[in-house]
């Protein structure tokens, strides 16, 4: 349909076709229930199945495949995708024991088993999810400049979000909506350049998927065994899933990772990922 077309168009079609389908699964959220968050997740894949098949038909082509970094493992960037969610979030959850904000409350641990599954099932819900951001939308991005791509990556993972938010009472349903949709979309665009660092020097979405998937794993065994002290809303606001200790965490270890890739001239993956002729 539109074969001749620059990427960053690409991309802004890509997003209309993704947070559409936001949307519609968000009007059936009722319907629906808790598992509108999973339906969810699967919709940015979709996306880009509607991209590469019916919109740029880009999926005749073997490479317009193989560009979402789905063929490579990218390994290298395994160890940071597991260590730092777990570093961030130990730190955030230490803080709040600590402190007495919130106290362990074992019988709430699912125990091992579940926790390795959720793990392993869970890196490839965050798969469907990542081959739409960091996959296809990321690389589209580059010609705005790495720092940029991978800043708004994040944001617009983030606002993808707030229909599922702002529409129904499954996501992140406590607290002041504004409060926490400020949070939000504050840490989706600090994680977007982790997610979207291990992206670039990797060539592969799985270490995004990984990172995204520790990410959610670890918040919520954390979460799942932590009571509130006093009040719920401000382990929340604190320590929730977008809290602000955690969005500290977060923003210190993005800003650590923009350095390290400014310090280079131009990785030879980022030249590799940028779309041609954009």
Known sequence: ??????????????????????????????????????????????????????????????????????????????????????????CTYGFVWLTGIGRIDWSNFGGMPDLLSSLFIGTLYAMAEEVGWRGYLLPMLLPLGRTRALLLSGFLHGVYHLPLMLMTPYYHGSGNRTIVIFLFLATMTAAGVIYGYLRLTTESTWPAAVAHNVFNTVWYTFASITVAAASPVLLEYLAGESGVLTLIGVVVVAIWLIDRLNRQEQPAAVKRLAPAGS
């Open 1 to 90: 349909m539109f074969t001749q077309i620059g990427s960053v168009t690409k991309a802004a079609l890509y997003y209309v076709v993704a947070f559409a389908l936001a949307v519609v699964v968000a009007m059936f959220g009722e319907r629906l229930g808790d598992v509108s968050r999973i339906v969810s997740m699967f919709t940015p894949l979709a996306a880009v199945l509607i991209m590469l098949l019916l919109v740029t038909r880009d999926g005749y082509r073997g490479d317009g495949w193989q560009n979402l970094g789905v063929h490579r493992l990218g390994l290298s960037g395994w160890p940071l995708a597991i260590l730092g969610p777990v570093v961030v979030l130990g």
